[in-house]
């Protein structure tokens, strides 16, 4: 992982405490019925800094006994935006974000650290390097970079003022 020049700020709305934050964390991400379906893990969350892991189940392989690529992508997204929120605040979404597979996924478990490269109010630029832990050595196996963006001061879904251009009048 590249040196970084200035370690990101925390929101001032989440907890200082590097335990609170971390319980913060892993509720939120108990909260996304899809991360405890694949029975995710939030094992770091700090400042511009997030790493998620999950076991590799047979559910999450493809036809070839190797990790599903959208369940590497899964955690890229999820990890990236851990590590935007962190700096951004707890309401964000993903905005975008490219992977680039590098190696097959074997292994029980893949880990994905994500880091904030830059933020401003409302985005934030990440990068992440997934990881397939083997019994006796680590391949890393995706990287991403993305986009994270956060919901402040936009309507709700649902809102009179969100208008389908789609729909009709």
Sequence with gaps: MTERSHEPSLDPSLPADPEALLALGRELLVAQPFSVLVGASLDAFKPGYAELSLPLTPQLLQQFGQAHGGVLSYLADNAMTF??????????????????????????????????????????VTRCEILSLGEEREVECAVAQGTIATLNGRPERGSASVRDPRAGS
């Design 83 to 124: 590590a935007g929120g962190s700096v951004l605040g707890p309401s964000v979404v993903t905005a975008g974000y490219t992977i680039n597979y590098l190696r097959p996924a074997f292994g029980p478990r893949l880990v994905a650290t994500a880091y904030v490269v830059n933020a401003g109010q409302r985005l934030a």
